[in-house]
């Protein structure tokens, strides 16, 4: 099978179209033929081994995953000997990044508590845009957030994956949502439904004293110190991402902090697939709508993979893996 291929770190057109054996599932895998996949913040960071402290997970001198791609979406090709969830032909998808990887092949056998059925009206670049950036909105408006009815929410990196589904998530919360980013995509939120926008190169957020009572950050670059004075008495700061520093600050930092003002400060650790059902909810009731970049083909992702890290896309950047343009349904 083809597959894209990663033997060390580097920039992105290290990484070669390979053909390598397709793999059997053992134990509770499925195989699964990946219709569509999509590029997120883990292929970028692993591709470069950079931060360089995450190569304590990646590995330190070689990557230990040589086919990266964490969100998958395709059809059940065969299964393994203790799998039960799936039979040949279901349509699935999921975020695969704790379960090895993979998903930049035509084929990748996986654990099957990493997959869930797709909805039937979602397609498969839908469901590859889904999970990840999908998840890190709902886990952190929701469930880190406790986003309320009518609060005053403000998405900062609001035209990645997450600010662009956090949004909608938002909105169905009746909230009024002010989107943070460059100036070039600010015309696109506002058409995607943001309320107000703001250009972070020209205006700092944080001089709008008590403005927000919750606040989901998907680029934490800000001193801890700042974030406070922007909430409102009992707001709330949840970061997704950012730079390691800022990070381990919020980490350390967050619950003293919180304490002293009486506003929380947290960071969000990702659960995989955790809350899909809610998803599928949100998207077949009121069809979320998703900004999808490309789609682009398999050979295309070290290309896809540096337009990512330009941010030069809107959305989630799709990659669709069957020629025949299979993937789309
Ligand atoms: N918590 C977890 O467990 C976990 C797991 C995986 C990933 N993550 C993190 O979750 C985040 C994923 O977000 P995503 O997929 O939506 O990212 P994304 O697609 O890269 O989008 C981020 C957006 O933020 C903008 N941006 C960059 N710097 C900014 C700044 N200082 N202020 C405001 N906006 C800025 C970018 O635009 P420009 O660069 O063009 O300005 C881009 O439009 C990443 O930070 C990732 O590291 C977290």
Redesign the pocket.
Known sequence: MKAIVLHHYGPPNILTVREIPRPEPVGDEVLVKVQATAI???DW?YVRGKPYIYRLIFGLLRPRVSVLGAEVAGTVEATGPQAKKFRRGDRVYGDI?EAGFGGFAEYVSVREDALTHMPRSMTFEQAAALP??AL?AYQGLVGAGKIQRGDRVLI?????????IGLQIAKQYDCEVTG???E??LDALRSLGFDQVID?KQVDFTRNREGYDLILD??S?RSIFRYPGALKPGGRYVS???SVPRLLELLFLGPVIGKMTGKRLK????KPNQGLEEIHRLFESTSIKLLIDGPFGLEDVPAALER?GR????G?IVIVTNASGEGRQ
Do not use: E
């Open positions: 997120n913040d883990w960071a990044s990840h950036a890190l900062n990196g609001a035209g990645g994956g997450v600010g662009t943070v980013d460059r070039s995509k972070y998907a680029k670059s997704v991402g950012g960071i969000l650790a990702l990512f941010s030069d896309h809107i989630k």
